[in-house]
């Protein structure tokens, strides 16, 4: 289909006001009243743009993009908010459904490892490129990949002491292995990432698994989707997910019919620690209390002000 919005005053130049754009050629970030504040336009080698996720400094966007209309012809790309630069950091073996994650920490210089049960990926980027582009070799990228049919979760840690890094396939919960991971995204200190795996027959659970060969999954919730890590002005750390009645993925306007019927967003409290077992390093703390009856996908601002989702349609809710 195609979208139309509103242009701000304030939106850099470049933007035709009055065409209508096609799906999937621009990424837009606009604001409450639908007025464009940042847009980026897919490159001439580019077919369509897919699954743009901010990382969590704000500084930097992951995304997709298709060279031809193989499902399989899809790479990982990084955009500069600031000046719309873009680095590509896994050539194209990616799928549409990759949902990539990009994590970016601070410059300080940290110990690095080698990773002796490591896989190397020819498609991953050099470190030098990242650190280049970054300013900081302190990067994680998290993807899903394809294998015989089912999407399962990697990632790479660029802070190891190789050219090129290598690749981490997170294990699966036992009872889960056919089934699709989705959506991670990962924890503010860059060492957890927390997914929703299952389907609408057998249903959804929402995970927590640390960056680490050898973890093993904890369940969040059963029923449970689109979790996603919010940080507390006081450090806190919460779980924000949405548990719906029936498939996550239908379309439903919301109105004062649906609201309460089609789902309700949840918010769980969580701490983290750097020491001991995975037992006491990932608690969960109370239990979770319920912040909208409705099916939030998009998370909690970073104020914790507002939520927002997006479906068929999207939309944005402020608490008083």
Same mark, same amino acid.
């Given at each position: 289909?195609?979208?139309?919005?509103?242009?701000?005053?304030?939106?850099?130049?470049?933007?035709?006001?009055?065409?209508?754009?096609?799906?999937?050629?621009?990424?837009?970030?606009?604001?409450?009243?639908?007025?464009?504040?940042?847009?980026?336009?897919?490159?001439?080698?580019?077919?369509?743009?897919? %699954?743009?996720?901010?990382?969590?400094?704000?500084?930097?966007?992951?995304?997709?993009?298709?060279?031809?209309?193989?499902? @399989?012809?899809?790479?990982?790309?990084?955009?500069?908010?600031?000046?719309?630069?873009?680095?590509?950091?896994?050539?194209?073996?990616?799928?549409?459904?990759?949902?990539?994650?990009?994590?970016?920490?601070?410059?300080?210089?940290?110990?690095?490892?080698?990773?002796?049960?490591?896989?190397?990926?020819?498609?991953?980027?050099? @470190?030098?490129?990242?650190?280049?582009?970054?300013?900081?070799?302190?990067?994680?990228?998290?993807?899903?990949?394809?294998? *015989?049919?089912?999407?399962?979760?990697?990632?790479? %840690?660029?802070?190891?002491?190789?050219?090129?890094?290598?690749?981490?396939?997170?294990?699966?919960?036992?009872?889960?292995?056919?089934?699709?991971?989705?959506?991670?995204?990962?924890?503010? %200190?860059? @060492?957890?990432?927390?997914?929703?795996?299952?389907?609408?027959?057998?249903?959804?659970?929402?995970?927590? *698994?640390?960056?680490?060969?050898?973890?093993?999954?904890?369940?969040?919730?059963?029923?449970?989707?689109?979790?996603?890590?919010?940080?507390?002005?006081?450090?806190?750390?919460?779980?924000?997910?949405?548990?719906?009645?029936?498939?996550?993925?239908?379309?439903?306007?919301?109105?004062?019919?649906?609201?309460?019927?089609?789902?309700?967003?949840?918010?769980?409290?969580?701490?983290? &620690?750097? %020491?001991?077992?995975?037992?006491?390093?990932?608690?969960?703390?109370?239990?979770?209390?319920?912040?909208?009856?409705?099916?939030?996908?998009?998370?909690?601002?970073?104020?914790?002000? &507002?939520?927002?989702?997006?479906?068929?349609?999207?939309?944005?809710?402020?608490?008083?």
């Amino acid at each position: 289909g195609k979208i139309q919005m509103g242009i701000d005053a304030s939106t850099p130049a470049g933007i035709d006001t009055t065409t209508s754009y096609e799906q999937h050629d621009h990424v837009f970030v606009v604001n409450h009243q639908n007025k464009v504040r940042w847009f980026f336009y897919k490159e001439s080698y580019m077919k369509e743009l897919q %699954d743009p996720e901010w990382s969590l400094n704000g500084k930097y966007m992951a995304m997709l993009a298709s060279y031809t209309a193989s499902t @399989k012809a899809w790479a990982g790309y990084a955009v500069k908010m600031s000046d719309k630069s873009i680095l590509k950091i896994y050539d194209s073996g990616l799928a549409e459904t990759s949902d990539p994650c990009l994590w970016v920490g601070d410059s300080v210089a940290r110990a690095s490892v080698i990773d002796t049960l490591g896989k190397t990926d020819s498609r991953i980027h050099l @470190k030098s490129d990242i650190t280049a582009f970054f300013g900081t070799s302190n990067v994680k990228y998290v993807y899903l990949m394809i294998k *015989q049919g089912v999407r399962h979760l990697y990632f790479v %840690d660029y802070s190891q002491a190789l050219a090129r890094p290598d690749t981490v396939r997170l294990a699966k919960p036992t009872d889960m292995l056919s089934e699709n991971s989705e959506n991670p995204i990962v924890s503010p %200190d860059g @060492k957890w990432v927390t997914y929703h795996i299952g389907n609408s027959t057998s249903g959804y659970r929402s995970y927590v *698994q640390e960056l680490q060969r050898g973890s093993e999954p904890i369940l969040v919730s059963n029923g449970a989707t689109f979790p996603r890590f919010w940080k507390q002005g006081d450090g806190a750390t919460f779980i924000v997910y949405a548990k719906y009645p029936d498939d996550p993925f239908v379309l439903t306007k919301y109105n004062a019919t649906t609201y309460g019927t089609f789902g309700d967003t949840y918010i769980q409290e969580v701490r983290i &620690s750097s %020491d001991g077992p995975t037992a006491l390093r990932f608690r969960f703390f109370g239990e979770p209390s319920k912040l909208i009856g409705f099916p939030m996908k998009g998370g909690l601002t970073s104020s914790g002000s &507002s939520i927002v989702t997006g479906y068929a349609y999207a939309y944005v809710f402020k608490f008083n």
